[in-house]
């Protein structure tokens, strides 16, 4: 009788703590943080805080990605390259810096149907903090791991990176 009862509330627990997000319910979310959207289903474009961002999702292969461009990479010297790699170790935690097609990125990658609200919401946070952020603390919250390698470069400002405004539409 007790393995019984265990079962049931095990099989319930996992059904409460299942949830499955998908396009509809992640368009609802940015919508309801971002200052303006654009775009179709699983290819929205928006402004966070006055950051400019990218999320695209693929329903079918369970992926999803939240993306902001901070400038073309041919802007960025060897130390800001090495700073940018540290920091996807160090500062940056679930946003890493990425380059693509000429452009560095704060990006946020994630299986689509495992995605929470709270995940949602913390990596919108968390890449516009992660492209504000770069050049200076190079990072996508308060948090930081190995921390004391990073305290000698934020007293030492980089730098100036020069954010170009790129002719590249999303």
């Known amino acids: ?16 703590t299942a949830q499955q997000m ?23 474009q928006f402004i966070y805080k006055e950051i400019p961002m990218l999320c695209v999702t693929d329903e079918r292969n369970n992926r999803m990605r939240i993306i902001a461009p ?3 990479s041919n802007n960025l010297d060897k130390d800001l390259l090495l700073d ?11 946003v890493k810096y990425a380059i693509s097609n000429g452009i ?12 929470t609200t ?5 990596a919108l946070s968390q890449v516009y903090l992660a492209a504000k952020t770069f050049g200076t603390t190079f990072s996508s919250t308060e948090l930081l791991f190995g921390a ?11 730098k100036e990176v020069i954010k170009k405004e790129s002719t590249r539409k999303f």
């Not at 940018?84 to 679930?94: C, K, Q």
């Not at 004391?148 to 980089?158: C, G, H, N």
């Open 1 to 16: 009788m007790k393995q019984w009862i265990f079962l049931i509330l095990l099989s319930f627990g996992v059904s409460v």
């Open 22 to 44: 998908n396009n509809e319910t992640l368009g609802e979310i940015i919508t309801q943080r971002a200052d303006t959207i654009n775009g179709i289903t699983g290819n929205w």
């Open 70 to 72: 901070i400038t073309e």
């Open 84 to 94: 940018s790699m540290t920091a996807n170790f160090h500062s940056a935690l679930d």
């Open 104 to 115: 560095l990125w704060s990006a946020y990658v994630h299986p689509l149907k495992e995605l």
């Open 118 to 122: 709270e995940q949602v919401e913390s």
């Open 148 to 158: 004391s390698a990073l305290e000698e470069k934020k007293e030492e400002p980089k």
